[in-house]
């Protein structure tokens, strides 16, 4: 049996379970239901689609680190099942991943989306393809972070309790020490090391790199200036994607490691 | 045949396993026996790979354990607590064992039907009762007709009639010269199976061989009390 | 016979009319001028000129047909008015050429009074009309355009220095280092010109007290409008569009004292409106919309009232350098306003404060706008907002409307 043969097999087995549990319906149910609003009732502009960043810059990580890591313990006995098969475990933990990033993402991408399709509603197809593609990419980031925090912590409490944790540093924690850092260090050039602070943290990354898609980073002066020159262009997205895609590498890899070292 | 030698396994700092040596030979039942935390259920798991073992080493007809997991394709396994995919009918479990296989895989599905479980497959296994969980998970470790069956509690929780049918077929199963491994708390079912048994105290075999050569040792009448002998003379 | 023929010629014609033509017996500008009668007139058929600097000395009316072309061939001046009453229509200027000892323009008025320059064209200008110690003089619907790259190396559109009584009106500028240029101006109206895409500014207005602009479209300029040290000046219907850089505005007001911002439109600007010492600065009726900063205020602008504005879709509202509030804000539409209104009279019951902790933060240290719309940033703008401890107390407009304020014209067909 080939390796990618079982890894299919254990992420549709898997896809198939998280798609019937309601939750993914759910998750997307509830972008759609936003999206929707916004386009209703914000025309669908610039302005909608901002407000419409800000909820996902702030559920996507949480809903995603939240619902991976109580997966993975609601999955053990899956877990259990399948390892006792003649399977590789890297194929296991691969289709786990699938298992959980795919139906999130198709459930943010199809919330995000349909809307906008149903109503005709955008001239901004770039902005919205660069919103789902970012918000997709956050979700194979933060799916990978809560199997690594579910590998790692044996107990459903502790889980999730280190999930929610993650989440706050990240969306919220780190910025303030970025802040305090600033201000400490005022007098000194800052635009590079504040560039890269924002490359070492996938949610001001996905900020940043959705909010130069939008003209209002134009109107930002000195700092919206370089933000551009080093993040604003072809070469830019390509810089935030790569860094995205390496926050979903390296967790994933982390993972990856504690699962074929893990004693079930 | 499968051979274990010095096997050893801690958790922190309990060693659990500690340079176990076990032999199990094809066409034998060996019951493991011992108090509880033993360290059989760990044993049991690094047999199947789920537990890493800290050294040793452990031989399936003389070649070691494949890393892909491979092995683990002649071994049927009967986990002492039936834990399903909750939202799977156990139609699907079947399909899904059944596709990480081998194709085609030799499927026997004589224990599913001799347990009359044809009716209850497209039912998601949360629905089920725990005895026809239990059964289920009978007729999954036979599935493939295993060289090798790792029974661990098999008949907790099944009714006399589904006991009795299972029992049946892992005496059919070592007529057939299979290994066989199988634990259990009901002494009068292992005195019914076994051949041999391996004793287990605190991560150490404290005994391995026949039936027999027990009972003659511990100059008991029957596999319980013989047992509880050993026990005892283990706490003194 | 060139004699005879002008005779013939000037016969056929209405009494002192010239007409100059590329093949006829007058072929320059410079000798129908001279032949030309006082209050007489000079008709420039099509046909491209070359000829030495025009220089206009008796009143006289120059107009020319559909494709007249005074060419400077890049380096002269094209024509200069020294007269009174002299009228330039329908003429086209091109390639004055750029020069660093002198402000070589394509049309410059010296010391004239009551001038009319309507209808023109200059392409490729340098500075385009420049008028020098004029009185009631009248530049009207010219179209003009330069190609300069630095402001070093460009001149200005329409250039008034120590002049009263203009009316600029109905013009197009664009490419030159700034569109329209006020210095030492008096009682003048600038009035429903475009001036956009210019190096500097769209226009450049100083020492010039009691002149109005309105109705004018300044947009994608360099820096934007400045407006500086002037008294009594009425700014009112203006859009401020586009102007985006890193120090780029919509207007500048810097020590301005008396003057009135009324139903102007400020949109998609880095900063919409700056005020450095604007005493007593009255806006009303302004829309600020989706700027970065809407309105940048210095502690030195005593005294501004801001009412009846809407802040629509701006990244900040309002911006200070001080905690202390000089200026005073009511009755203006905030969208990020998040109060209520109970008794129903159309007016938050709740003051709403514009500025936002982190705008300071951004003040202080503007790296940390890499920042913006963050989770944190949010949590710390919401806890300023219930326990204001670092903005201005007083920056308050304690009748905050709940809807957009109604224009005459919608916003979004402005």
Redo the contacts between chains.
């Keep these: ?1 080939s ?1 990618f043969a ?1 890894l299919g ?2 992420a549709r ?1 898997q896809l ?2 998280v798609a ?2 309601r939750w993914v319906i759910a998750y997307a149910l509830f972008f759609a239901a936003i999206t929707d609003a916004l386009i209703r009732f914000g025309g669908g502009g ?2 909608a689609m ?1 407000s419409l ?2 909820i996902v ?2 559920v996507v990580p949480l809903v995603t680190l939240v619902f991976g890591t109580t997966y993975l313990y ?5 877990v ?10 890297g194929a296991v933990f691969g289709g786990l991943y699938l298992g959980l990033a795919v139906p999130l993402s198709l459930g943010f991408a199809a919330g995000v989306g349909l809307p906008f399709l149903f109503h005709g509603a955008t001239d901004a197809y770039a902005q919205l393809g660069a919103l789902v593609g970012v918000g997709v990419l956050l979700t194979l980031v933060f799916s990978a972070v809560a199997l690594l925090i579910a590998i790692r912590a044996d107990d459903r409490l502790r889980g999730v309790a280190l999930a929610i944790g993650a989440w706050l540093l990240m ?6 020490l ?2 305090l850092a ?2 400490l260090f ?1 007098d000194y050039p ?2 590079r090391p ?2 890269a ?2 490359l070492a943290n996938p ?2 990354l996905a ?2 790199a959705l ?1 130069l898609r939008f ?2 980073a ?8 370089v ?1 551009r020159q080093v993040l604003g262009g072809p070469a830019g997205m390509l810089l935030a994607l790569g860094a995205l895609v390496l926050w979903a590498v390296a967790p994933l890899a982390l993972a990856a490691r504690a699962f074929a ?1 893990r ?2 | 045949m499968i051979e274990m030698r010095g096997v050893s396994k801690s ?1 922190g700092r309990v060693r659990v396993l500690d340079a176990l040596d076990l032999s199990l030979r094809p066409g034998r039942i060996t019951a493991v026996v011992g108090p509880n935390a033993a360290g059989k259920t760990t044993l049991i ?1 690094i047999l ?5 073992a800290d050294a040793g080493e452990i031989t399936l007809d003389g070649a070691p354990l494949a890393a ?6 002649r ?1 049927g ?1 009967m ?1 002492q607590i039936a ?6 009918t156990a139609r ?2 079947l399909e ?2 059944t ?5 085609p895989p030799v499927v026997d599905r004589s224990l599913l039907d001799a347990f009359g479980l044809e009716p209850e497959l497209a039912q998601p296994l949360r629905t089920l009762s725990g005895g026809t969980r239990q059964k289920v998970n009978a007729a999954l470790a036979l599935l493939f007709a295993p060289d090798v069956l790792v029974l661990d509690e098999p008949t907790a929780g099944l009714d006399p009639v589904s006991s009795g049918i299972l029992k049946d077929r892992i005496l059919e199963e070592r007529a057939r010269g299979r290994t066989v491994l199988i634990t259990s708390h009901i002494m009068s079912e292992l005195e019914e199976l076994a051949d041999d048994v391996a004793f287990l105290v605190d991560g150490r075999i404290r005994f391995a061989g026949p039936v027999a050569e027990l009972k003659a040792r511990t100059r008991q009448a029957n596999l319980e009390r013989a047992i509880a002998h050993l026990m005892i003379r283990e706490a003194a | 016979m060139p004699l005879l023929a002008s005779i013939v010629l000037l016969a056929q014609l209405p009494t002192g009319t010239v007409v100059v033509s590329p093949d006829g017996p007058v072929r320059t500008l410079a000798r129908a001028l001279e032949l030309a009668p006082e209050g007489g007139r000079v008709v420039v058929r099509p046909g491209v000129y070359r000829e030495a600097t025009v220089r206009v000395t008796r009143p006289v009316e120059i107009a020319g047909d559909s494709g007249a072309v005074l060419d400077g061939e890049d380096h002269r001046q094209l024509m200069t008015i020294t007269a009174d009453d002299v009228t330039i229509r329908g003429l086209a200027f091109r390639r004055v050429g750029a020069s660093f000892n002198e402000d070589r323009a394509a049309v410059k008025v010296v010391g004239a009074r009551r001038c009319r320059i309507e209808d023109n064209e200059v392409e490729d200008g340098f500075f385009g009309i420049y008028l020098a110690r004029t009185t009631g003089c009248r530049v009207v619907n010219n179209r003009l355009r330069a190609r300069g790259r630095t402001e070093v190396t460009s001149g200005n559109g329409i250039h008034l220095w120590s002049s009263d009584s203009a009316l600029i009106e109905g013009n197009t500028i664009s490419g030159f280092r700034d569109g329209i240029y006020f210095e030492f101006v008096r009682g003048s109206v600038i009035r429903g010109n475009a001036s956009g895409g210019n190096i500097r500014y769209g226009l450049h207005f100083m020492y010039s007290d009691g002149c109005h602009y309105r109705a004018n479209v300044f947009r994608g300029n360099g820096s934007g409008v400045a407006v500086m040290y002037s008294r009594d000046v009425e700014m009112t219907g203006n859009r401020f569009e586009d102007n ?4 780029a505005y919509g207007l500048l007001l810097k020590e301005m004292a008396d003057s009135r911002l009324v139903g102007n439109t400020f949109i ?4 919409g409106l700056v005020a450095e010492g604007a005493d007593r600065l009255e806006a009303r009726d302004n829309d600020f919309i ?4 809407a309105v940048r205020l210095t502690a030195s602008s005593g005294g501004a009232r801001f009412t009846g504005n809407n802040f629509i ?1 701006n ?1 900040f509202d309002v911006t200070t350098n001080s905690r202390q509030a000089f200026s005073t804000f009511e009755g203006n539409y905030w969208a990020s306003y998040r109060g209520y209104d109970l008794d129903r009279d159309g007016y938050g019951d709740v003051p709403h404060r514009p500025v936002r902790l982190f705008s300071l ?1 951004v003040e ?14 949010r ?2 703008d919401a806890a300023e907002r219930v326990v204001p401890a670092l903005t201005p107390e007083g920056l308050a407009d304690a009748r905050p409307a709940m809807r957009p304020l109604a224009r005459q014209t919608p916003v979004a067909a402005r």
């Design positions: 049996m390796r079982a097999r254990v087995c198939r379970d019937r549990s610039e302005r901002l960043v800000d810059l702030f609601n999955a053990r006995e899956f259990e099942l399948i390892l006792a098969q003649p399977v590789r475990r969306a919220v924690v780190y910025d303030g970025v802040l600033v201000s005022a800052l635009e504040l560039l602070a924002m949610v001001d900020r940043v909010l003209d209002t134009a109107l930002l002066g000195y700092t919206g200036a933000l070292r004693d079930f | 958790f798991r199947l790979g789920l537990v890493h892909d997991g491979s092995s683990r394709g071994i396994y986990p834990r399903f995919p909750e939202n799977l699907e479990l899904l064992v596709s990480l296989r081998e194709n | 985006r850089g890193s120090a998609r600007s880095t900063t989706d700027d970065g900063w879709g990244t933060i202080h240290n503007e790296p940390s706008l890499v920042l913006l719309r963050s989770l944190f940033v949590v710390l």
